[in-house]
């Protein structure tokens, strides 16, 4: 990977991480680098999830990738804040 890829990782999960959060509702108690964590992973399994559905490279904007990226975030932030209060 090289290292305008991996800046662009970093940008793509923390808009799909603050996506995924503003998706849950209430307050989350996880700080920003975990939100930046849950969003790059998301954005990761989204676009495998999104190629193996056969949607992952369409003609203009990739909304449904997009909405499995912002979907995963939101579950992924909801486990995490979860995980959290109970520890």
């Known amino acids: 990977m090289e290292i ?3 800046f662009m990782a970093i ?3 923390v808009i799909i ?3 995924g959060r503003l998706v849950v509702p209430g307050r989350q108690n996880i700080g920003v680098l975990l939100t930046i964590g849950v969003g790059i992973v998301a954005a990761l399994v989204g676009t495998f999830i999104a190629a193996a559905f056969g949607v992952a490279d369409t003609r203009g ?3 449904i990738e997009l909405i499995i990226q912002v979907g995963l975030a939101a579950v992924g932030v909801a486990a995490l ?3 959290k209060a109970r520890g």
Do not use: H, K, N
Request: proline content about 0%; hydrophobic content about 55%.
């Open 17 to 19: 991480g603050v996506l």
């Open 11 to 13: 940008v793509v999960g």
């Open 61 to 63: 904007f990739d909304w």
């Open 81 to 83: 804040d979860r995980a």
């Open 4 to 6: 305008s890829g991996f």
